[in-house]
């Protein structure tokens, strides 16, 4: 390693371009420190351009470690008390970035996703961070205190590296498992990852729903005590939509979820409507509430027809509750290639919560989609990469400074 010249001495390498690495990189850059920020695509960002629909659903005001997925379900408590979205929201307003709230807490750009990306590449600039775009990671070691890292077979060394790559959903994005590559090469353990925020398919016993593709409805979906309210939407595969996304990062395999289809009906709904109209058939009725060929299905799976008049009110309450509690019993996700963000990944266990620092071995960091921290769908996933960026990025910025000396 002595032979690694001057200008390819740092004193962090961040391995990732994303939200999590850009805002670590600009976080250690803007307190001194000699920050190089690598990524093999040729852009930086690639995944907020296409967030929010292009207009980057940058952070979400709900945004408590409650709303997070992790098998430490206290971890993401430090990063996000001293990285609010406020923050974040202050240096969007900085630089001139229009925004709106959507539902639920949700901000978006009242632009392009682009202005974030922009706006974070301007304040890595600001703290002298050193971009090597489109450069692929061959290969990274540690010796002697110091982290080595080859790209395209040149050799770059620092005191500190930070694993900012992701994990492997929305692989056309070049999205990979290299972090956990990297994480167990070093000792860190890994949990499972798997899709999170995912639309489910559905079998060949519910073909029925999987010709209402394009259908959806506003309704709310359980899987054990985890209740959604959100429109859910029925694919050609199965179901998706905002109430499915969600609860697909609970779900697991060869269990049931329960999607009540009309949230705000009373109780005895139903029976009240065969009182004051007996006249009125049940297709009816229910097509007033729900889309129609939705309404068909489901009144074709139950067997239910006529007038409400012909119907007897335990018949009418059997509808009220199947109406309430419908189980569908996916086969499986659309996997990687259509989930949002990857659930598991690098265990919090072997990583300190203050600071995103591996407990042992000294400079190594971990942060954002990486880490096993999963958020909700809305932001959370953005809020979680600004946090734990910043987390390590001060943290780096307590390691002592890159000398002239050369190589330790």
């Known amino acids: 390693m002595g032979g690694v010249s001057e200008n390819r001495r ?52 709900g945004a408590g470690p409650e709303r997070y997925l992790s098998g430490n379900p206290h971890f993401a408590k430090s990063a996000l008390s001293r990285y609010r979205p406020a923050d974040f929201l202050a240096m969007i307003e900085r630089h001139g970035i229009g925004w709106h709230e959507k539902t639920l807490g949700q901000l978006f750009c009242d632009g392009s996703a682009r202005q974030v990306v922009a ?124 109430a499915v996304l969600q609860i697909s990062s609970y779900w697991q395999h060869r269990t049931a979820i329960g999607v009540d289809f009309l949230p705000d009906a009373g109780a005895d709904w139903l029976v009240a409507e065969k009182r004051a109209r007996p006249r009125a058939a049940v297709r009816r009725v229910l097509a007033e509430r729900l889309p129609e060929r939705l309404a068909d299905a489901l009144l074709e799976r139950m067997g239910a027809s006529g007038e409400l008049g012909g119907l007897a009110d335990k018949v009418l309450r059997g ?52 880490v096993d921290v999963t958020g909700w769908l809305g932001g959370y996933n953005f809020q979680w990469a600004w946090a734990s960026g910043n987390a390590a990025g001060i943290s780096l910025a307590e390691i002592p400074q890159q000398t002239n000396q050369g190589s330790q």
């Open 10 to 61: 740092f004193d962090a390498i961040v391995i990732g371009a994303g939200a999590a690495g850009m805002m670590a990189a600009l976080t250690a850059g803007q307190r001194g420190r000699r920050v190089l920020l690598v990524d093999h695509n040729s852009e930086p960002g690639r995944k907020i351009l296409i967030s929010g629909g292009g207009r980057c659903n940058f952070t979400n005001l």
């Open 119 to 242: 706006m974070l590449v301007e304040e890595c600039r600001a703290g002298g961070v050193t971009f090597a775009l489109g450069r692929a990671v061959s290969d990274v070691g540690h010796a002697d205190g110091r982290f080595r890292v080859a790209l395209d077979g040149e050799e770059h060394e620092a005191a500190a590296l930070v694993i900012a790559c992701g994990g492997p959903a929305i692989p056309k994005l070049g999205a990979s498992g290299f972090a956990y590559e990297v994480a167990r090469r070093f000792g860190l353990g890994v949990v499972q990852p798997r899709p999170a925020l995912v639309p489910l398919t559905l079998g060949a016993d519910e073909a029925l729903f999987r010709e209402l593709s394009g259908v959806s409805a506003d309704v709310a979906v359980r899987w054990g005590k985890v209740r959604f309210r959100e429109a859910a939407l029925f694919t050609h595969r199965g179901l998706s939509g905002p």
């Open 319 to 370: 509808v009220e509750a199947r109406l309430a509690d419908w189980p569908f019993r996916p086969d499986g996700t659309e996997g990687f290639a259509k989930a949002e963000v990857t659930g598991g990944g690098i265990a919090c266990g072997g990583l300190s919560s203050q600071t995103m620092a591996a407990r042992m071995v000294p400079g190594l960091y971990a942060v954002g989609e990486a």
